[in-house]
């Protein structure tokens, strides 16, 4: 499998919640998955339209990605990230 | 009075119903982590209370959190004692919501009060109880502060009514309550009586476990609803819940601006990108070094003295010996000269040294190392770092079709597997979770030491450490290898997920640790103790008679003989071809607890003086050893596997698997040993 270069959003922009570096914040815009028991625990552990989330470290070997949102600390897959919309601050 | 104790995981439930039971626990849970739900008593009461596992939301993600949701649904349950994390105040309050939405009282114990201040946080207490409606008493489960009050709180009834705090906007609000009116499509539970609110909510969440409307009138409804807020009901509702807690929180709390917390300072090391993973492999070399290697071989060759006899006793330090002169001193010899004296039977007298005695010393002997074990499992746990290595793991268990969370399991699996294959239930993806239970007992559990450290240190003396390393490695390499090729066999649904929470680091209680590790300890025991012992019993008896129930002196003439040579053909290859009943017999008792193994080998020995296990060389040892670690597991593991894949056919293929490839393997190295 040939590595894709990763493409960083920029401030304002708009993309998939696994576009983003370390350090940057965004805003949940919409879901676009098909999972529905994932899409419901999502919105249990508080990623709903509106949320703030700040990406605030990868694992050691890169995934998963831990972010924070709601006052607390979250782990989640990058795949799981591609499927949630939102707009870097 | 029964009681549900409820909160998100790592929220302190745990630790609030031991404060609060003491030591009445009525039902002990299975050593390891909450698993099942658990049940106690109140301190100096009739209230029973019920600890359940963690949830996040009364919508179950994994087959762990819906034993809680089945629980305060389908229970008659006169209060829940709601425990909310008070520094992740947003997120727990979320499952309050929907706690508020029941038709029981409930009450918050808001937790981790101690940390409060020390983060810079501020709650108006008083505020908040008056906007959700709900009496709340702040609490520290770890000091004990506020325990009391809850107590007399809980048990005096003085707690406001659950009242149903409306918190929707008055459009979603007329609804629920108009669905709730047209109470024929609501179905909560087996008599449908309670929970009229909550089944009114999930109808507006389109969830699947309760009736879709059908009223016309309804639906069009609610279809306005979805297109007015731009949602559909599941995510309407939960996004509403979170914005009321938004809400009440901007009303209630302050926080200091944020700076860098301990957890992040320490997280810097311990999640460190080039430091992580040599990190964490120390830590398990300590923990194994330590329980295993200086406990371990400190005190079994004590125990086993204490209950024996020995001339001398031989303790390694590492791999230093350290010789003592005791003679025949012991628990064994002491009785069995007694029981001369007054002129017991010879048999007799060989049933309860040989039998009950050798039988019981051989499982006492490892209890020290298992209290390590469990002491440093504990720690890990409970200060948060066991989350951080499922954390950072995720990526290769991933890749092999496991999970980051499988992690767990197999770490637990070192103590006990059945506590470890239980744990899996915190796994949310079918497939990884039936291919972790499968594999969990190819992790040499505790009780599988004795087979190690007998081999590794009666035929490796002086290099026993690096060889009982060996067993640990190949079990690493055996679970890869088959959870890469169960990847394929077992068919999955959708990609798997792996969402959890990270918590923050905390220091361990004492008080903690001690009661888990007791809990563990005593649940151990009382396994060992009886199964063992009777088994130990059996053994001795089909070694003391033959099969006209006439006591023989030889063990050639014995029941046990012939047995053993009916399966002394699958064992020739990995003897090295030596054909041994000893061999089999031993490993038939496994399957009853592998504790058996040793003991049966001792018990053996007991009676025929050594020579049966005389052609055993080092690699034939080994051999034999790694047939017993791996094949079959023992009977409570199988029963606990056969529970939790809800299939028997699964269960055999699981068990056929293990034993073809401990088979496979022993063979190998028998044959190969054979051949030098
Ligand atoms: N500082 C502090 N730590 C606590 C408190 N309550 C629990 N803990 C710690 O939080 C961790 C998780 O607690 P536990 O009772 O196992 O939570 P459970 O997962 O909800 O059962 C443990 O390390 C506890 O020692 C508390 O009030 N204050
Ligand atoms: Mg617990």
């Not at chain 1, 890169?62 to 601050?89: N, Q, S, T």
């Not at chain 2, 240190?457 to 055996?478: C, D, E, H, K, P």
């Not at chain 2, 049966?612 to 593991?637: D, E, K, Q, R, Y």
């Not at chain 2, 199988?638 to 068990?655: F, G, N, P, Q």
């Amino acid at each position: 499998m040939k590595k894709q270069k990763r493409v960083f959003l920029h401030s304002g922009e708009e993309g998939h919640l696994s576009d983003l570096r370390r350090g940057q914040k965004c805003v949940v815009l919409d879901f676009h998955n098909d999972n529905a028991a994932l899409r419901r625990r999502l919105l249990d552990m508080g990623i709903t339209k509106g949320v703030v989330i700040e990406i605030k470290k990868f694992a050691p070997l890169g995934d998963p990605v831990d972010i924070r949102l709601r006052g607390y600390e979250l782990c989640i897959r990058k795949v799981d990230m591609e499927g949630i919309d939102v707009r870097v601050l | 009075m029964k009681l549900a104790l409820l909160g998100n995981q790592n929220s302190g439930k745990t630790s609030l119903f031991n404060a609060l039971t003491g030591s009445n626990q009525k039902v002990g849970n299975w050593p390891g982590v909450t698993i099942d739900r658990v049940e106690g008593v109140i301190k100096k009461s009739n209230a029973t209370i019920v600890d359940l596992p963690g949830v996040y939301s009364l919508s179950p993600y994994t087959s762990e959190e819906e034993i809680s949701r089945r629980f305060v649904l389908e229970e008659k349950l006169d209060l829940i004692i709601n425990i909310v994390d008070a520094t992740s105040l947003e997120r727990s309050l979320y499952l309050t919501t929907q706690l508020l939405e029941l038709d029981v009282d409930l009450i918050i114990a808001l937790n981790m009060y101690d940390l409060v201040k020390k983060k810079g946080i501020n709650i108006n207490l008083k505020k908040l109880e008056e906007e959700l409606g709900v009496t709340i008493i702040p609490i520290s489960a770890k000091t004990g502060v506020g325990i009391n009050r809850l107590k007399t709180r809980i048990l005096n009834r003085r707690y406001k009514k659950n009242k149903h705090k409306k918190i929707y906007p008055t459009d979603v609000e007329a609804f629920i309550q108009e669905v709730e009116r047209e109470y024929k499509y609501v179905k909560n539970n087996k008599n449908g009586k309670f929970h009229k609110r909550f089944g009114a909510v999930k109808i507006l969440e389109g969830d699947r476990d309760y009736r879709i409307l059908t009223d016309a009138n309804l639906k069009v409804k609610k279809q306005s609803l979805e297109a007015n807020y731009n949602m559909d009901g599941e995510q309407l509702v939960a996004s509403l819940r979170y914005d009321y807690i938004v809400k009440v929180r901007k009303n209630t709390v302050k926080y200091k601006p944020h700076q860098e917390t301990k957890t992040e300072k320490v997280d810097k090391i311990f999640l460190n990108k080039y430091f992580a993973i040599p990190l964490f492999i120390l830590i398990m070399a300590i923990v194994y070094f330590i329980s295993i290697s200086l406990i371990g071989g400190l005190t079994s060759s004590l125990i086993s003295a204490g209950f024996n006899g020995a001339e001398h006793l031989t303790i390694y330090i590492g791999t230093y010996p350290i010789v003592f002169e005791t003679g025949t001193i012991g628990l064994g010899p002491l009785l069995a000269n007694w029981l001369t004296s007054v002129g017991a039977s010879s048999w007799a007298i060989s049933l309860l040294t040989n039998g009950v005695i050798a039988g019981l010393s051989a499982v006492l002997s490892f209890i020290p190392q298992l209290i390590m074990l469990f002491i440093c499992l504990s720690i890990l746990e409970t200060t948060g770092y066991m989350s951080r290595i499922s954390f950072f793991l995720d990526r290769v268990f991933h890749k092999i079709g496991l999970s980051g969370k499988s992690l767990i399991p197999f770490i637990v699996g070192a103590g006990c597997s059945i506590p470890g294959i239980m744990s899996t239930r915190t796994i949310e993806d079918e497939s990884e979770k039936k291919a972790t239970i499968a594999l969990v007992s190819f992790v040499p559990c505790s009780a599988k030491l004795p087979i190690i450290s007998l081999v590794s240190s009666v035929f490796f003396t002086r290099w026993g450490f690096a060889f009982a390393l060996l067993f640990y490695i190949m079990s690493i390499l055996i679970i890869f290898a088959l959870a890469f090729i169960l990847r394929r066999l077992i068919k999955r649904k959708e990609h798997s997920t792996f969402i959890s929470e990270l918590p923050s680091y905390k220091a361990p209680s004492g008080k903690y640790i001690a009661r888990d590790v007791a809990d563990k300890t005593i649940a151990f025991i009382k396994r060992a103790g009886t199964v063992v012992v009777f088994f130990s019993v059996i053994v001795c008896l089909l070694i003391s008679f033959n099969w006209r129930f006439e006591p023989v002196t030889n063990v050639e003439n014995s029941m046990l003989r012939d047995i053993g040579n009916a399966f002394g053909w699958f064992f020739y290859p990995m003897l090295g071809g030596h054909w041994n009943w000893a061999a089999s017999v031993c490993s038939i008792q496994g399957l009853i607890a592998k504790e058996q193994v040793v003991s049966s080998i001792e018990v053996i020995m007991a009676a025929g003086g050594g020579e049966v296990f005389a052609f055993f060389t080092p690699l034939t040892a080994f051999a034999f050893a790694t047939f017993n670690l791996f094949s079959i597991p023992c009977i409570g593991t199988i029963a606990t596997m056969r529970a939790e894949l809800k299939s028997t056919k699964k269960t055999l293929l699981v068990i056929l698997m293990e034993i073809i490839v401990a088979w496979f393997i022993a063979s190998f190295i028998g044959m190969w040993g054979a051949l030098l």
